[in-house]
């Protein structure tokens, strides 16, 4: 029963993937902030890639992992050795309970033990085994597969294990709607976008690529598979949702239409579509879903696994993989900008000087990952040169303006560079990112603009976010990047970007994380921002929201919040102490003008001790976000307790969560060097 009980493993991953240092670089617990900091500085001294970046996993939750066996049968490309590697991490992060979760402390998960059930049946697990039987139970005890949600539905409708007059459709000619109509490819986000587009072939196809005999899970259905309820849930109301579900149920039924004109030239279009977009690394959007789908949708149009395309994808998942003796995992997407954008940042509050070699290392190489070439961006700003930066190695249709920000904002922190490449690159960045604004005055991530509430409504989507809109964590980094590089709270931009926040903010004080877990990311965010701005931190909506966060602290000194605090906002701001989370709060306060208050001394005391010998600290939860489920991109709940209608389980079975392993170092290191650099001026 050990893979019921142990997770022996993941929590403890080295932080990087190149460059760990060989052995622990001190010993016992740190004793003062400078000896943490130092420990820390050390660390990443020794972590960084000699190109100058550094690079930690992202982890989401296993069915990556599950997903890619799928696909692996699908295209008939299975290793056996992989498969099996596969298999045994998936036993091993199995929960006591026979499930599985998406994140770390949650309930176990029906679809996402749905998937990895069928996985390892596939990998060729005995279903009689204690832990098999485990996992059994628990979906047949949450209504079986029936209850799954459509994107699990899809995957077991192609494996020949769900009918797939039990998925919603999305028609091909979806690719011909006019932009300038509110329901058109370009009105979802980009993620969804990439989804939805090579989805239309799988869903107007519906392949199927049965199991092997004994892989099939006819014993996951509570009433028998004859008997199973195949129809599409009815959605209430009376609105959109009705509307386009009728949509949805007229469309599926023509498909068995004989005759469709426009069928060859969508499938044609979408093809070129899809093909222009592979990435350099053999990705898609540099995430999984619009990956996995746009190497089934190729296939379906007769693509070949020798065909270079369909050969640089499948490769290209090594890049994210992560391959030790025993195990394999596939990381959904990989954050080196992100991660060496905000290692840079800390390293600079901490005092480090800009022109260590290590710190100009990092900022030549941000410098060169600016993305030139115009992406799906340009279909809402047309004639703006590109600036901007991606989140990965490789994704120049979606460089995302966060990115941007938190890397303009690191080269702003250096000073005068010297260096007229890296002003270029800044003077580029600032255009690219102020052509970026949205209408409300805050900044989307990927896209401007991409608000159209319409596209949520689709039967298709019952996981993640639709749409894009302003998110204030984004928009008040970007205001904290300009306030850096010299911008005045008069200035249009931040004016309009300023009265966004404004009208964003909690009746009790706090701000709803988009990105980051959740309403202590969100607050954090903000309050830097405003300093960095120069806004009178002596205003009665500041003083609100720092009380908000000093209310939140722990007994033990520091902050947590769990991500539960997705689906209730009873639980804004509660749970266990963590780094990150500590972090962010003490950022929050400094600037709120608080260095000095017992709050923040006891928030430093908790980093000191509870740093690890290595400058690291221990972290298990998740503090950042993909998707909080809502569909709508947007927070969910108007008031502090919510309505308890709105109310979601805290499992988060339409959310996606993430684990950055870095977060418990850069973040920490931040927070210490803020603290140091102002204790010393206040002394």
Known sequence: MTALTERPYHRHEPPFRVGMPAGPLHEGPARSVDEAIGRTVGLLRAAQHEDGYWWGELESNPTMEAEYVFLSHILRSSDP?????????????????????????????????????????????????????????????????????????????????????????????????????????????????????????????????????????????????????????????????????????????????????????????????????????????GIQPPWVYSLIALHQLGYSLDHPVMRKGLEGFDGFAIEDDETWRLQACVSPVWDTCLTLNALLVAGVDPEDPMAVGAADWLVSRQVRKPGDWTEKVPNQEPGGWAFEFCNDTYPDTDDAAEILLAIGRSGKSGSAERDAA????????????????????????????????????????????????????????????????????????????????????????????????????????????????????????????????????????????????????????????????????????????RSVVRGAEFLVKTQEHDGTWEEPQYTATGFPGYGIGDRRFKSPGGDPKELLPTELPSGFMIKYHMYRIYWPLHALGRFRALQVSLR
Request: with cysteine.
């Open 426 to 597: 800044v003077e580029r960045g600032m255009r690219w990112l102020l052509s970026m604004q949205s209408k409300n005055g805050g900044w989307g991530s990927f896209d401007k603009d991409n608000t159209s509430r319409l596209a949520t409504k689709i039967p298709f989507f019952d996981f993640g976010e639709t749409i894009d809109p302003p998110s204030v964590d984004v928009t008040a980094h970007i205001l904290e990047a300009l306030g850096v590089l010299g911008w005045s709270p008069d200035t249009p931009a931040v004016r309009r970007a300023l009265d966004y926040i404004w009208s964003e903010q909690e009746e009790d004080g706090p701000w709803f994380g988009r990105w980051g877990v959740n309403y202590i990311y969100g607050t954090a965010s903000v309050l830097p921002a405003l300093e960095s701005i120069g806004h009178d931190m002596r205003d009665p909506r500041v003083k609100l929201a720092a009380d908000w966060l000093e209310s939140r602290q722990n007994v033990d000194g520091g902050w947590g919040e769990s991500c539960a605090s997705y689906a209730d906002p009873g639980l804004r701001g509660r749970g266990d102490s963590t780094a990150s989370q500590t972090a962010w709060a003490l950022i929050a306060l400094m600037a709120a003008g608080r260095v000095g208050s």
């Open 81 to 285: 050795v992989r498969l099996g590697k596969i298999a045994r991490h998936l036993e091993r992060l199995q929960e006591a309970d026979g499930g599985w979760r998406l994140y770390y402390g949650a309930a176990s998960d029906l679809s996402t033990t749905v998937e990895c059930y069928t996985a390892l049946k596939i990998a060729g697990r005995d279903p009689d085994s204690p832990s098999m039987r485990a996992a059994r139970e628990l979906i047949l005890s949450k209504g079986g597969v029936e209850k799954a949600r459509s994107f699990t539905k899809i995957w077991l409708a192609m494996l020949g294990q769900w009918d797939w007059s039990g998925t919603p459709y999305v028609a091909p000619e979806l690719i011909f709607v006019p932009k300038r109509l509110p329901f058109n490819v370009y009105s979802f986000a980009s993620w969804a976008r990439g989804t939805v587009v090579p989805m239309t072939i799988i869903l107007s196809r519906r392949p199927v690529f049965p199991l092997p005999s004994g892989a099939e899970i006819d014993e996951l259905y509570v009433n028998g598979r004859e008997k199973a309820d195949y129809s599409v849930p009815l959605p209430d109301g009376f609105g959109w949702e009705r509307l386009l579900y009728a949509g949805d149920r007229l469309l599926s039924a023509a498909e068995r239409l004989p005759w469709n004109p426009l069928r060859g030239r969508a499938l044609r279009e979408i093809e070129k579509w899809i093909v222009e977009r592979q990435e350099a690394d053999g990705s898609w959007g």
